[in-house]
């Protein structure tokens, strides 16, 4: 095989569902939300990654490679209808004495049933959530800014995709919750709508 031939092997791209048929129709935030949703790297939650290829045993001065190998999280079908902030139900195993068989253990992240306010909706809401996700609402300051600036694929349950899709239509209606008080109306456009360009 000729060079030329070597290096054009890497030029094909492999298609997806847009390429062909229905899904060149399709509109370009779909297209968009869909690659997100499905083909993006979720945020590492169960475990730290470490960096390079190599690591040196201090003690020893040995030397072994790095193993990124993620933990399989499932989740369950309760998952949709709740906010876990990207957390999710481990499969394991547990040596729970020196003398003992190791016996299989499921880790459950903790679950609390919280209110969260919704400045676009205007709306108060109460939903089952981790204490992740409650940490992720307040570092980005509110539960409408962490639904807007999160990904699909670290929101992962269908709850906060369908309330992040309620806030969009609502910011692109122009508020028509704050009708009746215009100044206010005004006020929660201007701070929401960075996200509609996103």
């Not at 054009?8 to 062909?20: E, Q, S």
């Not at 003398?99 to 939903?127: A, N, T």
């Not at 992720?136 to 990904?151: E, M, P, R, S, V």
């Not at 699909?152 to 269908?158: G, Q, Y």
Request: proline share 7%; net charge positive; with cysteine.
């Amino acid at each position: 095989m000729s060079s030329q031939a070597i290096k054009a092997l890497g030029l094909f791209k492999k298609l997806t569902p847009f390429d062909r048929g229905l899904g060149t129709r399709l509109p370009e935030a779909y297209k968009k939300f869909y690659k997100e949703w499905k083909y993006t790297e979720p945020t590492v939650v169960h475990n730290i990654p470490e960096e390079g290829r190599w690591k040196r045993d201090e003690v020893t001065g040995e030397v072994h490679p790095i193993q990124n190998t993620p933990i399989p999280v499932r989740f369950p079908p309760e998952h949709d209808e709740q906010i876990w902030g990207g957390e999710g139900v481990i499969q394991g195993f547990q040596k729970r004495s020196k003398y003992r068989r190791r016996v299989p253990h499921f880790w459950v992240p903790v679950l609390q049933r919280s209110v969260v306010y919704s400045e676009v909706l205007d709306k108060h809401i109460s939903v089952i959530v981790t204490d992740r996700a409650l940490q992720l609402i307040n570092a980005n300051y509110g539960f409408d800014h962490y639904l807007l600036k999160t990904l699909a694929c670290d929101l992962k349950s269908l709850l906060p995709l369908g309330l992040k899709r309620k806030i969009l239509q609502e910011l692109l209606n122009g508020c028509p919750t704050y009708a009746d008080r215009p100044e206010k109306q005004q006020e929660i456009y201007n701070c929401y709508k960075q996200y509609l360009t996103a």
